[in-house]
C-alpha cells in the first residue's frame, strides 16, 4: 500500500525552520544571556508540542514571553510567528490575527516582519487544510473498507440461502417423489399382491379369472403410473455436467474433446452454473483471440473438489488483462470459496476448482 506524508512532519519541519532562523537571527546580532532564556523557553514549548499535543491555550505562554522581551531584542517579535502557525495550525486562524499588533510595536520597519507573519499563517492553515484532507480520506477509506467487509458478508448470506434453498428444493422433490409412490404405486402392488394371495384359496374358476384380470389391471395401472413420475422428475433441459457436455458439443469454431471422471452427483446445482459460465467464457475466448484447431475440456470431481479445465492447442494472439467476464467470474469463485486461474503462455488455459460441500 502506498505510503502518504503525514501532516506531523510539515509542521515539525516549520517548527524546526522557525527555531533555527531565531538562533540565526540572535548570532547575527548582539549577543545576550537572557535574549538566550527566550529561544531556550521557545525551544522547551516546542520540544513539548512535538512530544505532546498541547492544548491550544498553550500558545499565550509563548506569546506572553515574547511580549515581554519586546523592549530587549528584535528577535522576540520573530518569535510571534510560532504562536502564529500553531494557532493556524489548529484551525485558530481568527486568533492568530491578534498577534499581527505586534507590527504596530515593533521600533523597526516592520515590512519583512509582516510577510514572516503572513508565511507562518499561510503555512500554518495549509497544514491544517492538508491535516482536514487526510482526515477525510481516511474516513472515506474506512467507509469503502467496512462497504466492502458488509458486501462480503451479504455474498456469504446470500450463499448459503442459495445452498439451503437448493436443499430444500430437494428434500421437497423428493418428498413428492416418494408420496406419488406410496399414494398410488405402492396401494396397486400391494392391492395386486393380495390378489394373487386369494387366488390360491378360490376353487371357482370364474372368480379366479376375476382375480387375475384384477392382478393384471393393477400391474399395468402401476407401471403407467411408475413411467409417468420418472417421465415428470426427468428434466427436459440437459442439466449439470450433460449441460456442459451440451455447450461443448454445439462449439462449431474448434473441435473438442470433452471428458468427465469421479462422482458427478455430488456437484450442487450452483456450482454447474459457474461452471457452465466458466466454460462459455473460456470458449469465447478462444474463438476471438487464439488460432487454435482444438480444445480439451475436462470436469473431474476428486476427494472434497471439482474441477474444469478448458486448454486449447493454439497462441494468444494478443496479449491482454483478465476482460470484465473474467474478473466477474473470479469474484464468483472465491465467493464460492474457490479459485479461477487463466493463463495464455502454452495456449489459452483457463482451470476453474470449487469446493465440494460434504455429504450429510
Given at each position: 500500500?502506498?505510503?502518504?506524508?503525514?501532516?506531523?512532519?510539515?509542521?515539525?519541519?516549520?517548527?524546526?525552520?522557525?527555531?533555527?532562523?531565531?538562533?540565526?537571527?540572535?548570532?547575527?546580532?548582539?549577543?545576550?544571556?537572557?535574549?538566550?532564556?527566550?529561544?531556550?523557553?521557545?525551544i522547551l514549548l516546542t520540544s513539548l508540542r512535538w512530544r505532546f499535543n498541547l492544548?491550544?491555550?498553550?500558545?499565550?505562554?509563548?506569546?506572553?514571553?515574547?511580549?515581554?522581551?519586546?523592549?530587549?531584542?528584535?528577535?522576540?517579535?520573530?518569535?510571534?510567528?510560532?504562536?502564529?502557525?500553531?494557532?493556524?495550525?489548529?484551525?485558530?486562524?481568527?486568533?492568530?490575527?491578534?498577534?499581527?499588533?505586534?507590527?504596530?510595536?515593533?521600533?523597526?520597519?516592520?515590512?519583512?516582519?509582516?510577510?514572516?507573519?503572513?508565511?507562518?499563517?499561510?503555512?500554518?492553515?495549509?497544514?491544517?487544510?492538508?491535516?482536514?484532507?487526510?482526515?477525510?480520506?481516511?474516513?472515506?477509506?474506512?467507509?469503502?473498507?467496512?462497504?466492502?467487509?458488509?458486501?462480503?458478508?451479504?455474498?456469504?448470506?446470500?450463499?448459503?440461502?442459495?445452498?439451503?434453498?437448493?436443499?430444500?428444493?430437494?428434500?421437497?422433490?423428493?418428498?413428492?417423489?416418494?408420496?406419488?409412490?406410496?399414494?398410488?404405486?405402492?396401494?396397486?402392488?400391494?392391492?395386486?399382491?393380495?390378489?394373487?394371495?386369494?387366488?390360491?384359496?378360490?376353487?371357482?374358476?370364474?372368480?379366479?379369472?376375476?382375480?387375475?384380470?384384477?392382478?393384471?389391471?393393477?400391474?399395468?395401472?402401476?407401471?403407467?403410473?411408475?413411467?409417468?413420475?420418472?417421465?415428470?422428475?426427468?428434466?427436459?433441459?440437459?442439466?449439470?455436467?450433460?449441460?456442459?457436455?451440451?455447450?461443448?458439443?454445439?462449439?462449431?469454431?474448434?473441435?473438442?474433446?470433452?471428458?468427465?471422471?469421479?462422482?458427478?452427483?455430488?456437484?450442487?446445482?450452483?456450482?454447474?452454473?459457474?461452471?457452465?459460465?466458466?466454460?462459455?467464457?473460456?470458449?469465447?475466448?478462444?474463438?476471438?483471440?487464439?488460432?487454435?484447431?482444438?480444445?480439451?475440456?475436462?470436469?473431474?470431481?476428486?476427494?472434497?473438489?471439482?474441477?474444469?479445465?478448458?486448454?486449447?492447442?493454439?497462441?494468444?494472439?494478443?496479449?491482454?488483462?483478465?476482460?470484465?467476464?473474467?474478473?466477474?467470474?473470479?469474484?464468483?469463485?472465491?465467493?464460492?470459496?474457490?479459485?479461477?486461474?487463466?493463463?495464455?503462455?502454452?495456449?489459452?488455459?483457463?482451470?476453474?476448482?470449487?469446493?465440494?460441500?460434504?455429504?450429510?
Amino acid at each position: 500500500m502506498k505510503s502518504y506524508m503525514e501532516p506531523a512532519r510539515f509542521v515539525n519541519g516549520w517548527r524546526l525552520l522557525n527555531l533555527g532562523f531565531l538562533t540565526y537571527y540572535w548570532i547575527s546580532g548582539e549577543f545576550a544571556a537572557y535574549d538566550f532564556i527566550l529561544l531556550l523557553f521557545l525551544i522547551l514549548l516546542t520540544s513539548l508540542r512535538w512530544r505532546f499535543n498541547l492544548p491550544a491555550w498553550s500558545v499565550a505562554l509563548d506569546a506572553f514571553v515574547c511580549f515581554l522581551y519586546f523592549p530587549y531584542h528584535a528577535v522576540s517579535y520573530y518569535g510571534l510567528a510560532l504562536p502564529i502557525f500553531e494557532l493556524a495550525q489548529r484551525g485558530k486562524w481568527l486568533f492568530a490575527l491578534l498577534f499581527f499588533i505586534g507590527l504596530f510595536v515593533a521600533p523597526f520597519p516592520s515590512a519583512w516582519l509582516f510577510c514572516y507573519f503572513v508565511l507562518a499563517l499561510f503555512v500554518g492553515f495549509f497544514s491544517y487544510a492538508y491535516s482536514l484532507n487526510q482526515q477525510q480520506y481516511k474516513e472515506e477509506a474506512d467507509e469503502q473498507r467496512k462497504a466492502r467487509y458488509e458486501l462480503e458478508r451479504v455474498k456469504i448470506d446470500l450463499l448459503a440461502a442459495q445452498q439451503s434453498v437448493a436443499q430444500q428444493a430437494e428434500l421437497m422433490e423428493r418428498y413428492r417423489m416418494a408420496r406419488q409412490l406410496h399414494d398410488h404405486l405402492g396401494h396397486d402392488l400391494t392391492g395386486a399382491a393380495l390378489a394373487l394371495q386369494a387366488h390360491e384359496y378360490v376353487e371357482e374358476p370364474d372368480e379366479a379369472h376375476k382375480l387375475l384380470q384384477e392382478v393384471k389391471r393393477r400391474l399395468k395401472r402401476s407401471t403407467l403410473n411408475l413411467r409417468e413420475t420418472v417421465h415428470n422428475a426427468t428434466p427436459i433441459a440437459p442439466i449439470g455436467v450433460e449441460n456442459l457436455e451440451y455447450v461443448a458439443l454445439y462449439f462449431q469454431q474448434v473441435s473438442i474433446s470433452f471428458r468427465k471422471s469421479g462422482d458427478l452427483l455430488r456437484v450442487a446445482a450452483y456450482h454447474w452454473g459457474l461452471l457452465e459460465a466458466c466454460l462459455k467464457e473460456a470458449l469465447t475466448n478462444i474463438a476471438r483471440h487464439s488460432d487454435a484447431t482444438k480444445a480439451e475440456v475436462k470436469v473431474e470431481a476428486a476427494g472434497s473438489i471439482i474441477r474444469l479445465l478448458v486448454q486449447d492447442n493454439g497462441t494468444v494472439r494478443q496479449s491482454q488483462q483478465p476482460g470484465s467476464g473474467l474478473r466477474s467470474l473470479k469474484m464468483r469463485a472465491r465467493s464460492l470459496g474457490g479459485s479461477l486461474s487463466v493463463s495464455g503462455d502454452n495456449g489459452f488455459l483457463l482451470v476453474c476448482v470449487l469446493p465440494l460441500r460434504e455429504e450429510e
